[in-house]
């Protein structure tokens, strides 16, 4: 494995959004602002209970925080560790499209020598 990147890119950050429906649940809380299991639900095919333990992936990646109100937790987006999700994107965009642009030159390289 290669330094740098790779290395860089926290899994269980990942793992946590790799998942359709925690995607679509951060969606909807930065859409909507704060909101509850029960909320989230009931726009989601999915039950409360399902949804509850969503949350709480995305609450252990740090994704999302809770805090109580009443009988419910109200959750609501970590910005800055979606922020830092973002840039790990960016930077394994990048590091991939260095690894392909290297590739198209051994393959042009090859075109040519195979040409020649």
Do not use: C, F
Not at 36 to 62: I, Y
Request: aromatic fraction near 2%.
């Amino acid at each position: 494995m290669s330094v740098g990147v790779a290395e860089d890119v926290d899994d269980d950050l990942w793992s946590a959004i790799g998942d359709p429906t925690r995607r679509r649940m951060l969606d909807l809380l930065l859409a909507s602002g704060p909101g509850t299991a029960t909320s989230l639900s009931d726009q989601l095919p999915v039950t409360r209970q399902a949804v509850a333990k969503h949350l709480n992936v995305l609450d252990q990646a740090g994704l999302v925080h809770g805090t109580t109100a009443g009988r419910e937790r109200r959750y609501q987006v970590d910005e800055a560790q979606l922020a830092r999700a973002v840039a790990q994107l960016a930077s394994v965009g990048a590091s991939w499209e260095a690894r392909l642009h290297r590739i198209k030159r051994i393959a042009e390289a090859i075109q040519r020598d195979r040409e020649a």
